[in-house]
């Protein structure tokens, strides 16, 4: 099944502006909203510490006490962009993986060709997660936390995957290390555009987990759908 989808999480797609822009004319999404992601366009292509609050209020044509009335600071505003793309992210993940469910190993491919080709896209600008951690040194910034959190978040869900997977293991260092894979697709700065991002992704991915199991499992797997589908018949 092909998975269609309206939206992309930006950790996988970049803003584009015009696109942007062109879904507010003439649409009221409020003024929170407005804000939100007018700042979020903004941060995503120039960094959050380039972008100040006058920049953000001349482009969404918000006043400066509206957008202080539902961001108390630029840092709540930064945290609310983070938020947001951690919460789209995972319910993009979710819907790639129920197109294959069942099969952990089809999944594992299937994400990985979902981040393929999303760092393949033009103007891919990156992990906004990773980008805008990297601009404060204090951990204790609320950046610093989503962005720990977002991805403690996927080495649970990375384990969950892998322990699903018969004779796989240790599960814990095999997470890290698709994790890591991941976290440099992200960073790759297009240059797997070139190679071909998804089969440089798939491929690692296999030699991680051993090709000679990877191929049992997919054929095992064909095999029991094949059999269910002939129970059914």
């Known amino acids: 099944m092909r998975v269609q989808l309206s939206w992309y999480p930006i950790c996988i797609v970049t803003w584009d502006a015009v696109h942007q822009q062109e879904a507010m004319k003439g649409v009221d999404t409020g003024t929170a909203e407005r804000v939100l992601a007018t700042a979020s366009r903004l941060f995503y292509a120039h960094g959050v510490r380039a972008v100040g609050v ?12 509206s957008l202080y009335r539902h961001f108390r600071t630029k840092d709540d ?69 989503i962005r720990a959190r977002h991805k403690a978040t996927m ?3 990375l384990k969950t995957l892998i322990s699903r997977m018969k004779s796989i293991g240790p599960i814990d260092d095999l997470a890290y290390q698709l994790a890591l894979l991941i976290d440099g697709a992200f960073t790759s700065d297009g240059r797997l555009s070139r190679v071909g991002a998804t089969r440089i992704l798939q491929s690692a991915a296999s030699a991680l987990l051993g090709e000679d199991r990877v191929q049992r499992m997919r054929s095992g797997a064909r095999a029991h759908r094949s059999g269910k589908r002939l129970d059914v018949g």
């Not at 992210?89 to 299937?110: N, T, Y």
Request: overall charge negative.
């Open 54 to 65: 006058e920049w953000i209020v001349a482009e969404s044509g918000v006043a400066k006490t």
């Open 77 to 145: 505003l930064i945290a609310a962009f983070l938020e947001r793309e951690d919460r789209e992210f995972w319910a993009q993940w979710d819907e790639v993986v129920s197109a294959v469910e069942g099969d952990p190993i089809r999944e594992l491919m299937a994400l990985l060709k979902w981040i393929g080709q999303g760092v393949s896209r033009s103007g891919y600008r990156g992990c906004p997660q990773i980008n805008v951690a990297a601009e404060f040194s204090d951990l204790d910034h609320s950046a610093r936390k």
């Open 155 to 157: 080495f649970e869900r």
